[in-house]
């Protein structure tokens, strides 16, 4: 079975600043994992994936996310955060030999001005 | 770029009546999935469909749904008698299958049932 935490319900920051949120997950296999964002009354947006190779994933809108094995985490990042990447993350992962996603409960991020 | 369309957007129907929610996915896609989120919770995976049938469904995916791909381009979710609890949130996604592969997300049709 797999299964994503995400354990911070929400994150503020202030613009400029750095964001983190936070995942972790298990599988029982190796894990193909993913960031998605939605906006309000919006779809989920793909933001970046990790499948293999470099632990550190760039992805869009200047996101990124380090793969660590050892801590089974997935946290996604930005150097600095702007007011419209206010939005709900959501983390999911995908067992190599399954097709499905599992999500994680969404992280609500609020950026202040 | 292409992107997952789905309609209605919104729905709203009465209990025990069968509604049926309507894809059209990424045209050289080859799998399909319906995910749901009821309001406040997660993302739920419902099933996935590749080469006209079922790949694999979870324990949502009761008799009350089903799938179809009535041609070449539509991925439709049917329930045939709703109920309060499928008030929801329902996203399609499509993918090129292969597990590596990104699912990109249409942006969902949100079903009331009064």
């Known amino acids: 079975a797999q299964s994503v935490a995400q354990p911070e319900d929400q994150v503020n920051v202030a613009e400029g600043n750095p964001l983190t949120v936070k995942c972790t997950y298990s599988?029982?296999?190796?894990?193909?994992l993913f960031w998605y964002v939605q906006y309000p009354n919006r779809g989920l947006q793909f933001l970046l994936k990790y499948i293999t190779g470099d632990n550190l994933v760039k992805g869009s809108y200047g996101f990124e996310a380090e793969f660590n094995k050892s801590q089974t985490s997935f946290h996604l990042k930005k150097p600095s955060a702007l007011v419209s990447d206010s939005a709900l993350y959501f983390c999911a992962v995908r067992d190599i030999d399954d097709y499905k996603l599992s999500f994680g409960a969404g992280t609500t991020v609020t950026v202040r001005a | 770029e292409p992107e997952v369309t789905q309609t209605p957007s919104h729905q709203v129907t009465q209990m025990g009546q069968e509604v049926i929610l309507r894809c059209v996915p990424i045209?050289?896609?080859?799998?399909f999935y319906w995910y749901r989120q009821i309001l406040g919770q997660k993302v739920e995976f419902l099933v996935s469909?590749?080469?006209?049938?079922?790949?694999?469904k979870s324990e949502i995916f009761d008799d009350q749904f089903s799938v179809e791909r009535p041609d070449g381009s539509n991925f439709t979710l049917k329930i045939r008698s709703t109920k309060l609890e499928d008030s929801a949130m329902y996203f399609c996604?499509?993918?090129?299958?292969?597990?590596?592969?990104?699912?990109?997300f249409g942006p969902g049709t949100r079903l009331t049932v009064l």
């Open positions: 996604a499509s993918d090129g299958g292969v597990s590596t592969d990104t699912q990109y």
């Open positions: 045209s050289n896609h080859l799998y």
């Open positions: 469909f590749y080469n006209n049938e079922i790949s694999e």
């Open positions: 599988v029982s296999g190796n894990p193909y």
